[in-house]
């Protein structure tokens, strides 16, 4: 080998190991940049994203991947501070609903302890069993809804006659609604089956009666009805009492209240519950608003 030959390689080599180290130490700033934006946002409540213009495409793609995770992160974290407060305003609903009946019982055991007259101690024997059951249904409804809230919650699907259970669900409120005086309007076709679970669907009819009990007004309209899409469609509609005006797009909300400064007795989740299980049942539900009238809507699956 010539030496100019040798001249040359060595220049072509220190030209290369110069280039190379450039390249290293462009690549070094750039990660030092990338840890100190790394240690910035982990040290402080920022809304800052990993920022990188090299044209590395590793680096690039590495910023990327940093700023999914801290995206993650943020996403993870406001879903805890949501459920932080879902479960602050359930313990506040919970000691309200709860309180407001053994509240009144108290005051109904003192009436009765003190008097004599057996007209009045039979009245408020009566009024102290009736809070008795209202509480029950409130404590019994917070057990169903953290019951199905649960992610693990599974029920059993078969077939069952939908149309039956939903009239003989219907008629273990006839005395309420005799007493409340409401009109109660039924169109349910006869033999309707669908895939479902048979004590969910008791449950489903029960909330939805006792909400046109506390919040309705005289009149509900009850409707099983077989689709042409191969679905069977469930409507529970009553006029709406005064001073009610719910929000359909938040009424299954966890303890929502068409109007909170009414006290009914009502826990606030029972739409919550029902909404839960109808999807476990893999339907659907919507509610609806509108000339002084309020609608549920459920549709399941005919087999």
Do not use: W
Not at 210 to 232: F, I, M, Y
Request: charged letters at 30%; a negative charge; proline letters at 2%.
């Amino acid at each position: 080998m010539s030496e100019s030959t040798l001249v040359v390689i060595i220049v072509l080599l220190t030209a290369v190991t110069l280039a190379l180290s450039l390249i290293l130490i462009s690549l070094l700033s750039q990660m030092k940049s990338i840890r100190s934006q790394v240690h910035f946002i982990s040290r402080n409540d920022t809304n800052k994203r990993i920022s990188f213009y090299g044209k590395s495409r590793s680096f690039r793609k590495l910023a990327k991947d940093i700023n999914e995770i801290i995206d993650s992160y943020d996403d993870r974290h406001d879903k805890i501070l949501r459920e932080d407060k879902e479960i602050k305003d359930t313990l506040t609903n919970m000691s309200h609903d709860i309180r407001t009946p053994l509240t009144s019982l108290k005051g109904y055991f003192e009436l009765l302890d003190q008097t004599d007259d057996p007209e009045e101690r039979r009245k408020y024997t009566n009024i102290i069993y009736g809070r008795i059951e209202s509480l029950s249904e409130i404590l019994e409804t917070m057990f169903l809804y953290t019951k199905v809230s649960n992610v693990n919650f599974k029920i059993s699907i078969d077939p069952i006659e939908c149309s039956k259970i939903i009239l003989e669900t219907l008629f273990e409120y006839y005395d309420d609604f005799q007493e409340k005086g409401f009109e109660v309007d039924v169109d349910v076709d006869e033999g309707v089956r669908i895939l479902g679970n048979e004590q969910s669907l008791k449950r489903i009819m029960q909330n939805l009666i006792r909400n046109s009990l506390v919040h309705g007004n005289g009149e509900v309209k009850l409707a099983v009805k077989p689709q042409e899409d191969k679905t069977v469609k469930i409507s529970v509609e009553n006029l709406l009492a005064e001073g009610q005006n719910p929000d359909p797009d938040k009424v299954f909300d966890r303890y929502y209240k068409g109007d909170a400064s009414r006290h009914t007795g009502s826990s606030g989740v029972g739409l919550s519950v029902v909404k839960k299980l109808v999807e476990s049942m893999n339907g659907d539900i919507k509610a609806f608003v509108g000339d002084g009238k309020f609608r549920i809507e459920i549709s399941f699956n005919t087999i």
